[in-house]
């Protein structure tokens, strides 16, 4: 959600500040602004929108200093408006805030009586105020700032910074992600190692709780008692990706045509293809044993988790739970030692699945993470961290990041499958060769792009859509809804092929287009029964298919999109990819912001 930057250093920072926050536009944003300490006086430039506005403001009012913080803000509290964006300045404090403080209205009431003003609708200015009324008591700045952290409730990662101090930023975490960068003679905050990938990459991640002291030669981090803690210093992958579009219009674009090569490097990190086995994994429990498996995430990861169900109840007859991480985290779900769990998340940093996971922790379930991010919070609290091999994913709708997920999930299947005795060894040969198959496959897809753009032209001009499937294609045709509803703003539903009677059939007319997905499988001749009753009805309908379904449909259709015939194990990661181009496309059509769409953030860190 918001992004975080601070720096200590030994030049002008409004520059690297700027830099700093682009490399977190990722995350989502609605306003940005930046603060410096220049002569001992604060002064900051705010602006809503996006970065560039920020900039032209720079451009006619420049800010000097050696120190600042610098915010993106995904509205929470309070429209989205230059008056809240961030930082917020109170007698001679600045700060810049991610997350949500829960008590703000309490405190918000108490410094009110104290004849505090305010003159934004965020909880953050409740924070400044504290810490403000610290320091006009005459409590020094750190204790002040500390003073203020231990009143506040709910999830937040801090920078704050003070008039007349320029070799000092308090940072703080409970919740989002928080980092300190060290560098010679100046160091760095920021909420990923990606934001701070220009300066450094020795990184230090701050854990829940902590709060942290920022000079330009040195740093202390202490927890909320007060009491001096140590955190591992480490060199961070950040620094190795280049996050640019290269020739792409947008990082979307970009990411959906990485897909081969990122599918493959995950494929390949657990399966050996040379001996159709699965690669040794350090597991913290033995899939043989096992009495159920646990799946718990959100949004796009949530679908894979979906799909992977039916991998694993099919495969490796294991039956699998799986949640929407809100609700789990709320269900009180009864917990056996004889079962495990894995959480899905791009960025590691999910609030919801993390609390998630901590609660099955707490139970004793043997825990395991499937995240992009191995420094990430749920990474650094599993037993197991199961990388998918993205790398970067900048735009906020997920692509390339659901498909490395389905990877991991579908070569554990096989793995799980294996050591349960429920496949031969000839049966696992057979399906780790299919799933080497998959990146060629996808390759082969992306050449479709110029059909699935004039598809996406037509379907720019409805304002609903219906996605059906059967089996792993039905919560893919939940994640082709999504996709499309995300970027082009268009409503769609995705649902189960055979629910089409009880209920969404009432919608079918001309007006509706109906995108089917459904490849030549064992209940295909189910589908098509329900495109039928689609067609007869009026709907127009797009099939996405293989040959063998193309030539076997019987239905007139709108339009079919005909991709090769695969095995059945490698198609709900190949099939995504037509579903992220069809709603790329009528994105790009409809003229919205396809990298950042309205209200959306790509790491929710706050529930």
Not at 189 to 204: K, Q, R, V, W, Y
Not at 402 to 413: E, G, I, K, N, R
Not at 510 to 527: S, W
Not at 559 to 580: H, N, R, S
Request: negative net charge.
């Amino acid at each position: 959600m918001c992004g975080i930057v601070g720096i200590v250093g030994h030049s002008p920072v409004a520059p690297l500040l700027v830099e700093a926050l682009k490399r977190l536009e990722y995350r989502g944003y609605d306003s940005a602004g930046i603060a410096t300490v220049e002569h001992g006086e604060l002064a900051r430039r705010r602006a809503e929108g996006k970065l560039v506005n920020l900039q032209r403001k720079l451009d006619g009012e420049p800010l000097g200093g050696l120190i600042g913080i610098g915010h993106t803000r995904w509205a929470t509290h309070g429209v989205p408006n230059e008056t809240n964006a961030h930082p917020h300045f109170s007698d001679g404090v600045a700060i810049v805030h991610n997350g949500i403080i829960e008590n703000f209205a309490e405190l918000r009431e108490e410094l009110k009586k104290d004849g505090y003003s305010f003159t934004s609708q965020t909880d953050t200015e409740v924070v400044a105020h504290l810490v403000g009324r610290e320091l006009a008591a005459g409590v020094p700045p750190v204790e002040a700032a500390h003073r203020a952290l231990k009143r506040l409730e709910g999830a937040f990662a801090l920078a704050i910074m003070f008039r007349g101090d320029e070799d000092l930023i308090v940072g703080a975490r409970n919740g989002p992600p928080l980092a300190v960068g060290h560098g010679k003679g100046e160091m760095f905050l920021g909420s990923d190692a990606i934001a701070l990938a220009p300066f450094t990459n020795s990184i230090t991640y701050l854990e829940d709780g902590d709060w942290v002291v920022v000079r330009r030669n040195e740093f202390a981090i202490f927890d909320m008692e007060g009491n001096p803690v140590k955190r591992k210093r480490q060199q961070s992958l950040g620094t190795s990706f280049m996050v640019d579009k290269g020739n792409h219009r947008h990082f979307m674009e970009k990411e959906i045509h990485e897909q081969p090569e990122v599918i493959a490097h995950t494929l390949a990190h657990y399966l050996d293809f040379a001996n159709g086995t699965s690669r040794p994994l350090d597991l913290p429990f033995d899939f043989a044993k096992l009495d159920r498996l646990t799946i718990s995430a959100c949004g796009t990861a949530y679908l894979a988790g979906l799909v992977s169900k039916y991998w694993f109840e099919r495969l490796a007859k294991l039956p699998v739970d799986v949640d929407i991480a809100s609700e789990f985290r709320y269900r009180e779900v009864p917990l056996s030692t004889k079962s495990a769990a894995f959480f899905v998340s791009q960025s590691g940093e999910t609030a919801d699945t993390l609390a998630s996971l901590r609660y099955c922790k707490a139970a004793g379930v043997p825990i395991g993470s499937i995240v992009n991010v191995r420094e990430s919070t749920i990474a650094r609290e599993s037993d197991v961290t199961l990388p998918t091999l993205a790398g970067p994913e900048i735009g906020v709708a997920s692509t390339k990041a659901f498909t490395c997920q389905l990877s991991v999930l579908a070569s554990l299947a096989v793995r799980a499958a294996a050591a349960r005795g429920a496949i031969s060894s000839e049966e696992e040969r057979a399906m780790v060769r299919s799933l080497s198959e998959a990146p060629r496959y996808a390759a082969q897809v992306l050449k479709l792009d110029g059909q699935i753009e004039k598809v996406a032209r037509e379907l720019a001009h409805y304002k609903h859509v219906l996605y059906l499937g059967r089996d792993t294609n039905y919560p893919l045709a939940m994640e082709g809804a999504l996709k499309l509803k995300e970027i082009s703003y268009i409503h769609a539903e995705g649902y189960a092929a055979g629910e089409l009677k009880h209920g969404p059939i009432a919608l079918i007319d001309e007006q509706m287009p109906v995108i089917v997905i459904a490849p030549h499988d064992r209940i295909f001749e189910k589908t098509v029964s329900n495109m039928q009753e689609v067609a007869a009805r009026g709907g127009k309908i797009i099939l996405i298919t293989d040959t063998k379904g193309a030539a076997r449909a019987t239905v007139d259709t709108m339009e079919t999109i005909v991709l090769p015939d695969m095995p059945e194990i490698i198609a709900p990661i190949v099939y995504a990819l037509p579903i992220q181009l069809l709603a790329y496309y009528t994105a790009v059509f409809m003229g919205t912001d396809v990298d950042q769409p309205r209200n959306l953030a790509k790491s929710v860190t706050v529930e």
